[in-house]
T-cell receptor
Framework: DGGITQSPKYLFRKEGQNVTLSCEQN?????MYWYRQDPGQGLRLIYY???????QKGDIAEGYSVSREKKESFPLTVTSAQKNPTAFYLC?????????????FGDGTRLSIL | QQQVKQSPQSLIVQKGGISIINCAYE??????FPWYQQFPGKGPALLIA?????SEKKEGRFTISFNKSAKQFSLHIMDSQPGDSATYFC?????????FGKGTRLHILP
């Protein structure tokens, strides 16, 4: 079945540590996104990528980094500069970013601080 | 200009009743209005969507009502069931921009 796979489902970060969240899609979608979800805050865009080797900052990019070396993969690194990383992280994809169409979401990674 | 305001924040409905969630947007350039359903521990999934050239779209028990002049749209869930208990997000998009509402936690009493 086509879809988006996020791993791990749960992740714990120690003080000063960088952690990387994986996102893989087999939908052949060009555009991919990372969102952060906090209780009562809805979805906030961290980064997005419309094409391989290109990505743009979203509304809350500080303390995060991404790469897009392959069409299928869009990993997110939560760096030590992100002082409040505890949240539910969602990866999404869409056919392309230039036209209105639905986004397909993975099942998320819950990141917590040790 | 870029906000999508969603209400209520939480909603409790008796089984068999009608659940209504409202959203309002500011940017008249938005041209696609999806609703997403999210269960605990899962990612949101597209439920139903509407374009501004129609005033209503119905899919099974789910209906979107769209009022372009008021810049408002709403989700109606008819004959609400306990399995409908979830968080619902509205969104508005145009080209490369999509804005989500903050979500409504719906609980259907058995």
């Amino acid at each position: 079945d086509g879809g988006i796979t996020q791993s791990p489902k749960y992740l714990f970060r120690k003080e000063g540590q960088n952690v990387t969240l994986s996102c893989e899609q087999n939908l052949n979608h060009d555009a991919m996104y990372w969102y952060r979800q906090d209780p009562g805050q809805g979805l906030r865009l961290i980064y997005y990528s419309q094409i391989v080797n290109d990505f743009q900052k979203g509304d809350i990019a500080e303390g995060y980094s991404v790469s897009r070396e392959k069409k299928e993969s869009f990993p997110l690194t939560v760096t030590s500069a992100q002082k409040n990383p505890t949240a539910f992280y969602l990866c999404a994809s869409s056919i392309d970013r230039a036209a209105p169409q639905p986004q397909h979401f993975g099942d998320g990674t819950r990141l917590s601080i040790l | 200009q870029q906000q999508v305001k969603q209400s209520p924040q939480s909603l409790i409905v008796q089984k068999g009743g009608i659940s209504i969630i409202n959203c309002a947007y500011e940017n008249t350039a938005f041209d696609y209005f999806p609703w997403y359903q999210q269960f605990p521990g899962k990612g949101p999934a597209l439920l139903i969507a509407i374009r501004p050239d129609v005033s209503e779209k119905k899919e099974g028990r789910f209906t979107i009502s769209f009022n372009k002049s008021a810049k408002q749209f709403s989700l109606h869930i008819m004959d609400s069931q306990p399995g409908d208990s979830a968080t619902y997000f509205c969104a508005a998009s145009k080209d490369d921009k999509i804005i989500f509402g903050k979500g409504t936690r719906l609980h259907i009493l058995p």
